[in-house]
């Protein structure tokens, strides 16, 4: 299927403001510069096909520019080739001219089985964090852990009649979840994602400290929900400082200057939200896409990577504006 020629409404959709077409058109610029396509392809080629026989495969960097654009706006299969099909910017971000064939869905679905297959999500998110390294950028001993939910349907109005086996139901506060947890480490200095962890909703965000604390480490910082993590079997009170929040009933009998340290421990901690938001609110990531546990946790870690791309970008322009 080919699409036709771009009428003038087209171009102006792609380019107003109003109508959010230039603030796409930005978000896809950023990207591009961000991202590393050629390490990315070197990776991914040995996996590909060579096209030796049978029909032609559309090219690597064009796959790959799909699904990343697939991730970070959410997007289903289907949903992705029709955005292909309608936005001129999504078009020029992938390099797909006005005349060029679109992957159909199903290509684009057994791109992202080719991936999760060879566990390239991982090898991916190392890639990252390697060149992040050489930057200078994951410094610090210390690091922040949390757990988000991210839920999934919990509706049984299906063929089989109930729901995601490996999904379970957590209470948190008054307000019940069912689906899984993503568990994150970040880097206290940069903010920058170093480790990710998914389990079910039912686990305790305390039992993933050790698997979310890098062997370097001398520092863990969680929130209130992390009391108590130097307390177990595993941990390790003299090499390593633990320091957790305190609940808001136990804050409200602290002196003033103990009320002090404990908004600089805030301060500190909420680099790790700030991750949080660039995959659940940026990117979309706040329901899982899949059932089971282990395609949402490769599309987790792929976010992750490009969710680290940015908080670095933004970093570096703070160090900048900070010391330059």
């Known amino acids: 299927m080919k699409t036709k020629a771009p009428s003038f409404a087209d171009l102006f959709v792609e380019t107003s403001p109003q109508l959010g077409g230039a603030r796409r058109t930005k978000f896809l610029s950023t990207l591009d510069r961000l991202i590393p396509w050629q390490d990315l392809k070197t990776l991914i080629s040995p996996y590909y ?32 080739e029709e955005t292909l099909h309608d936005s001129l910017s999504c078009r020029r971000f992938v390099g797909l001219t006005m005349d060029s064939k679109c992957p159909d869905e199903t290509t684009i679905l057994r791109f992202r089985h080719l991936l999760e297959k060879n566990g390239l999500d991982k090898q991916i998110f190392e890639l ?28 049984t109005k299906n063929a089989e009649k109930k729901r995601d086996p490996e999904m379970h139901s957590a209470k948190k506060g008054n307000n019940w979840h069912f689906g899984m947890k993503m568990h994150i480490g970040v880097d206290k200095a940069t903010g920058i994602i170093h480790t990710v962890a998914t389990t079910p909703a039912n686990v305790h965000d305390i039992t993933q400290v050790d698997n979310l604390r890098r062997p370097t480490d001398w520092e863990v910082i969680g929130d209130s929900g992390y009391l108590g993590m130097e307390k177990r079997e595993s941990a390790d009170p003299e090499k390593v400082t633990y320091s957790a929040a305190k609940r808001y009933s136990q804050r409200k009998k602290l002196s003033e200057g103990a009320v002090a340290d404990e908004k600089r421990l805030s301060s500190i901690r909420c680099k790790v939200e700030h991750a949080f938001h660039r995959i659940k609110v940026q990117f979309g990531y706040k329901k899982v896409r899949y059932r089971g546990l282990a395609k949402n946790t490769a599309r987790l870690i792929m976010l992750a990577s490009i969710a680290n791309m940015f908080i ?11 010391f330059g």
């Open 49 to 80: 096909s060579a096209g030796k026989r049978g029909q032609q495969p559309y090219p690597l960097d064009i796959m790959i520019r799909v699904h990343f654009l697939q991730l970070v706006y959410n997007l289903s299969d289907p949903m992705c």
């Open 128 to 155: 990252f964090k390697q060149q992040l390294s050489k930057r200078g950028l994951l410094f610090s001993k210390g690091t922040i852990v949390d757990g988000s939910f991210i839920e999934a349907p919990s509706s």
């Open 312 to 322: 670095a970008a933004c970093y570096e322009s703070r160090s900048e504006v900070s």
